[in-house]
């Protein structure tokens, strides 16, 4: 914020275009949604909170780190520091 001109002065207007460009980005929020589908055959005998557990441990080893802490902000999260 401070190398942007805060008067009209044509030679700093250029300086700052050379340095910056005409595009500063000034915030990023990426995301996705991992979807998994399963069919469960009517003679399974796998009980559905079963198959919502075994869900569920995919998802949480797919985005875990190494030290098995989650590598990604959920939604509830970035909307908490808004």
Known sequence: KEDVPSAWDPAALARFI???????????????????YVK????SNHQTTDVQRL???????RFADAN???SF???????KDK
């Open 18 to 36: 050379e340095k910056y460009g005409t595009h500063v980005i000034v915030g990023v929020k990426m995301g996705g949604r991992d979807v998994i």
């Open 40 to 43: 469960q055959p009517q003679t």
């Open 73 to 79: 902000e959920s939604e509830e999260t970035s909307r």
């Open 68 to 70: 098995g802490r989650f």
């Open 55 to 61: 869900l569920k441990r995919i998802a949480d080893e």
